[in-house]
């Protein structure tokens, strides 16, 4: 069982938003400002797409946004695309000695 | 270009020693920590360790999982990072990540290398 619990999967079609969550506790989602989304294509290694919550690494595209609210981060993709259909997890730092956890991963089918 | 590039995995029988490598260009090592991150098949991502840049002692941390069993170091001459495995279990049997690290702190992957896979298997 992970730490942060994330939705099994979710789906929209080309054009719609999504949106995935990630709930964890007062240990680490709730107190830290260091929550991650990492997008993983099969057989890939993860990228990351989101750090401290909301903040996008230089080059990514806008259609990705973080935000968090107590115990639980968000992932919103705009304008969904095909080439978005991937595995997300979630991750955060963490009171010690657990330090970093992750979200069990979110598949995200494009219809 | 930041790269990283794992290596050092296979077929390891349970009980046995493993070490692997991860050899880092693009970016100045020493300024970094690195993480490693296994993913067994079909699961999800599960942090084992971290080592801090000298600059912040070069100290480790571990998950709980694996903290009598795994540790972490790191070559800032050569900028290559290891994980040595023991007592290896079924279990570990995973594809094995070398990450950077981004500020100081955080523990948080930012880059990651292609992986490397490690089969615990008799």
């Known amino acids: 069982q992970s730490a942060l619990t994330q939705p099994a999967s979710v789906s929209g079609s080309p054009g719609q938003s999504i949106t995935i969550s990630c709930t964890g506790t007062s240990s680490d989602v709730g107190k830290y400002n260091i929550v991650t989304w990492y997008q993983q294509h099969p057989g890939k290694a993860p990228k990351l797409m989101i750090y401290e919550v909301n903040r996008r690494p230089s080059g990514l595209s806008n259609r990705f946004s973080g935000s968090k609210s107590g115990n639980t981060a968000s992932l919103t993709i705009s304008g969904l695309q095909a080439d978005d259909e991937a595995d997300y997890y979630c991750s955060s730092f963490a009171d010690s000695p657990t330090f970093v956890v992750f979200g069990g991963g979110t598949k995200l089918t494009v219809l | 270009e930041v790269q990283l590039v794992e290596s050092g995995g296979g077929l390891v029988q349970p009980g046995r020693s493993l070490r692997l490598s991860c050899v880092t260009s693009g970016y100045t090592f020493g300024d970094y920590g690195v993480s490693w991150v296994r993913q067994a098949p079909g699961k999800g991502l599960e942090w084992i360790g971290f080592i801090r840049n000298k600059r912040y002692g070069g100290t480790t941390e571990y998950a709980a999982s694996v903290k009598d069993r795994v540790s972490i170091s790191r070559d800032d001459s050569t900028s290559v990072a290891y994980v040595q495995m023991n007592s290896l279990r079924k279990e570990d049997t995973a594809v094995y990540y070398c990450?950077?690290?981004?500020?100081?702190?955080?523990?948080?992957?930012?880059?990651w290398g292609q992986g490397t896979l490690v089969t615990v298997s008799s």
């Open positions: 990450t950077r690290v981004y500020g100081s702190g955080t523990f948080m992957p930012d880059y």
